[in-house]
């Protein structure tokens, strides 16, 4: 593995650090995510909000479960509605009884599928299950970083982890009732509960259930973690699978089953990580190290005085405060022990964009600092829980770092990364369609380099989250930053040099030194949710490439129905960008951080890389 160690250098892609626009934009939206429960408010802080460990009034999952009423889904039914949370149902129907399934019965409904024999030997191997209340409300990329928390969260407890059977497609590239035809359109407020899109045209208020393994290579996810779906857990408990909640929840009675009755604990929502503590994963290993529980002295006291309010410290304004006890005070082991003597401890994260947490990203791993006392360990307190089942209640993605919890040493930090960049992949199809996107574009460039960038607008126009109040001017943007790609890939042809990101098990992509690099005239490729017309239009007679333009029927045909989804059809334009030899993206969008961490898995240099 080569290191990029760009943590501190001035020429850094991804920027860290506000701008004076975004720190006035993000007190604004600071202010609404301790406001906001409900409605259209409390949906935009979860498509962007983060990056401020003070926000953390959030709703848990009796404010946003949904009320006891029917889901019209077309094609299948689905079971009435009923709050998760309550310890017996009422006003409900009972479930249908479904004897349980003989083992040996080889039930293999795709290729996907595990047989009951397969999916009880692999639980066998764990203390039991683990599982969270999914906000399926959330788009695909939001979804998905709660889906890697819930990796590391069950993985740290040797369980087997239980993710939702599906998601919801919020979009049909064609008429919504082509998309219907292959996939049960719900009404996303009967199906989640939240009345955010009450306020809207009936057809935008639809969306589309898509299996998970549409969305991510599922057999390739299980070579390296435990995993099964709520429909494949209620298999194994000889219950009918189509009770599964239809907002993500985890049913607090429903899914105990009988002959035996499984037994449940919950992790309150309000105790998983309130801003009295730091959530980690293992606090007993900073014990171990030798981190001192009490903290005295000069040291100590300048320590507090800098941390004030602050939940964490930068680990560079620590390492300036403290310089005056250092005899190097580049030397971090020598920091690290300071620190530890003092009552404080060295986590280890990653850098956010624009001094927030939007894309989840693990391409920069970072260091913070806090004292031992503020700390909680995810093993500490749950470890020795000998219920069959653990659930963590309610929402806790919100203004988190990626995985939920910083990480008290390097290996477990590297470890959460390899779950994200080499084990949770989109599925073959997407993964090959891009490769041929790939190699249309090269032809549209004669073989030289290509760019790519991703522009979004729709929701972000609305709210004012867009980079650029025209959309000329957005593109514009975008084809300024694309100039001064071509200049770092010139660079980068000039040195014969590759780095990589500062990630696990990656090698560099070396076949970038044999390309020319783009003309200035060169046509780019550009994923956006743009769907007027004229924009369009604009767009194409400008030098953008969109991903309509490069699709042939063909594709269409070997890809299968779900490409006509909107959110399928961004997967594919997310594994492109992720293919491009130079990639810029907006800091705000969870969209750009799927697409860095696939590029750093692939091993591209981080100078092809600008977030901002």
Not at 104 to 124: F, G, I, K, Q
Request: overall charge neutral.
């Amino acid at each position: 593995m080569m290191h990029s160690h760009r943590s501190s250098s001035p020429g850094l892609p991804i920027s860290t650090k506000p701008t004076s626009s975004y720190t006035s934009r993000r007190s604004t939206l600071s202010f609404f995510g301790t406001a906001a429960i409900t409605g259209i408010v409390f949906h935009l802080l979860f498509v962007g909000l983060g990056g401020n460990d003070a926000v953390r009034d959030v709703p848990v999952l009796k404010n946003w479960i949904p009320p006891s009423a029917e889901v019209q889904i077309i094609r299948e039914p689905c079971p009435n509605l009923i709050n998760p949370t309550q310890t017996t149902p009422s006003n409900s129907p009972t479930p249908r009884p479904v004897p349980p399934i003989v083992d040996t019965t080889p039930l293999r409904e795709t290729p996907n599928d595990m047989t009951l024999e397969e999916l009880r030997a692999m639980v066998s191997k764990t203390k039991g299950y683990f599982s969270r209340d999914f906000s399926l409300g959330l788009g695909w990329n939001n979804v998905r970083y709660i889906i890697e928390q819930a990796l590391v969260q069950g993985t740290l407890l040797n369980r087997t982890v239980v993710l939702p059977s599906f998601v919801y497609a919020r979009s049909c590239e064609w008429e919504i009732y082509s998309c219907a035809a292959f996939a049960p359109m719900v009404n996303r407020g009967d199906a989640i509960g939240w009345q955010e899109w009450r306020h809207l045209p009936i057809e935008k208020q639809m969306g589309w259930r898509v299996p998970l393994d549409v969305m991510i290579d599922l057999p390739h996810l299980r070579k390296t973690h435990n995993v099964l779906l709520i429909s494949e857990y209620l298999r194994l408990k000889g219950m009918d699978p189509n009770i599964e909640w239809s907002n993500g929840a985890w049913h607090r009675t429903d899914y105990l089953g009988d002959n035996p009755k499984a037994t449940l604990q919950v992790v309150p929502n309000g105790e998983y990580d309130p801003s009295t503590i730091l959530r980690v994963d293992n606090k007993k290993a900073l014990e171990a190290a030798g981190v001192s529980s009490e903290g005295r002295g000069p040291v100590y006291q300048k320590l507090v005085a800098l941390q004030g309010t602050k939940s964490v410290l930068d680990w560079q304004e620590t390492r300036v405060a403290l310089a005056d006890h250092l005899k190097d005070s580049k030397d971090d082991a020598e920091l690290e022990k300071l620190l530890a003597d003092n009552g404080y401890a060295t986590l280890h994260t990653f850098a956010g964009a624009l001094g927030m947490d939007y894309l989840k990203s693990v391409v920069e791993p970072i260091k913070q600092v806090a004292p031992l006392s503020r700390l909680r360990g995810w093993v500490d307190d749950y470890d020795q829980v000998d219920a069959d089942i653990l659930v963590l209640e309610g929402e806790t993605h919100l203004g988190r770092k990626p995985g939920g919890m910083r990480f008290t040493t390097v290996s477990a930090r590297d470890d959460f990364a390899r779950a994200v960049l080499h084990s949770l992949h989109p599925v073959a199809k997407v993964r090959d369609l891009a490769q041929k996107i790939y190699e249309r574009m090269r032809a549209k460039v004669d073989g030289r380099m290509w760019m790519a960038a991703h522009m979004r607008r729709g929701d972000f126009v609305t709210i004012g989250w867009a980079m650029e109040k025209t959309l000329q001017g957005h593109f514009q943007r975008i084809k300024d930053r694309l100039s001064d790609g071509r200049q770092v890939l010139e660079t980068i042809v000039r040195e014969q040099k590759i780095d990589t990101f500062d990630v696990p098990d990656v090698v560099p992509d070396q076949s970038l030194l044999a390309l020319p690099p783009p003309n200035p005239n060169d046509p780019f490729f550009l994923a956006t949710d743009e769907r007027e017309p004229q924009s369009l239009k604009y767009i194409k007679e400008n030098g953008g490439v969109l991903i309509g333009d490069l699709l042939t029927v063909e594709d269409r045909q070997q890809f299968g129905w779900p490409i006509m989804l909107t959110d399928v059809l961004a997967l594919v334009e997310q594994a492109v960008m992720s293919k491009g030899h130079y990639f810029y993206a907006h800091a705000m969008s969870s969209v750009a951080g799927g697409a860095v961490n696939m590029r750093a898995a692939r091993g591209v240099d981080p100078r092809t890389t600008r977030i901002d």
